[in-house]
């Protein structure tokens, strides 16, 4: 089973500033990879599959690169709501897996 | 509006059961893919098992540390899913979310939207 690994596991950061969270897969996804954003005491959402593409509703100011092992997520401008954790998944091999997360807090 | 609701979490003692509940409105339910996703308390997300819809034909995966006593059901009539849990341990203290399968051009295993959670602790 593929083991997807999240760094840092928390990440302090300004209003206004950019975060960059990466997630690294131990073996190829290609660009099978999805982020997903959880407030406190809420569900999982949806923010960006195939690496790089944003799901309906997504901000522009999130966006993801990378391909094969090595992945991040970047929020250009950290607005207030974006203070939250954020999980990467592989959809590329069977289980699909996700990361142990990084949570994203106020500086 | 796409609506998951969970029910069915409570304390339950090791070695007991437990059904969970999934009530869909909002979209084509008898259409969906749908999957079953844990998150132990503080922890991060586990996927439990996906059900395909009938017309794709019904079958059902499960991730290894539940395969065998967990079992995934729907009933397309009343738009509902279904997480029937046995031989529950501690391990499987978690909130259960329930999520609408997500196919792009290579996979359906993403997973959006998904329900609030119900919350399953097995204890003694």
């Known amino acids: 089973e593929i083991v997807m690994t999240q760094s840092p596991a928390t990440l302090s950061v300004s209003p206004g500033e950019r975060a960059t969270l990466s997630c690294r897969a131990s073996?190829?996804?290609?660009?099978?990879l999805a982020w997903y954003q959880q407030k406190p005491g809420q569900a999982p959402r949806l923010l960006i599959y195939?690496?790089?593409t944003r799901a309906t509703g997504s901000p522009a100011r999130f966006s993801g690169s990378g391909s094969g092992t090595e992945f991040t997520l970047t929020i250009s401008s950290l607005q207030s709501e974006d203070f939250a954790v954020y999980y990467c998944?592989?959809?590329?091999?069977?289980?699909?897996?996700f990361g142990q997360g990084t949570k994203l807090e106020i500086k | 509006e796409v609506q998951l609701v969970e029910s069915g979490g409570g304390l339950v003692k090791p070695g007991g059961s437990l059904r969970l509940s999934c009530a869909a409105s909002g979209f084509t339910f008898s259409k969906a893919w749908m999957s079953w996703v844990r998150q132990a308390p503080g922890k991060g997300l586990e996927w439990v098992g996906r059900?395909?819809?009938?017309?794709?034909?019904?079958?059902?995966d499960y991730a290894a540390p539940v395969e065998g006593r967990f079992t995934i059901s729907r009933d397309d009539s009343k738009n509902t899913l279904y997480l029937q849990m046995n031989s529950l341990n501690t391990e499987d203290t978690a909130v259960y979310y329930c999520?609408?399968?997500?196919?792009?051009?290579?996979?359906?295993?993403?997973?959006?939207?998904w329900g609030q959670g119900t919350l399953v602790t097995v204890s003694s």
């Open positions: 059900i395909k819809s009938k017309t794709d034909g019904g079958t059902i």
């Open positions: 999520a609408t399968s997500y196919c792009t051009s290579t996979s359906c295993y993403l997973f959006d939207p």
């Open positions: 998944q592989q959809y590329n091999n069977w289980p699909p897996r």
């Open positions: 195939g690496a790089s």
């Open positions: 073996q190829s996804v290609n660009s099978n």
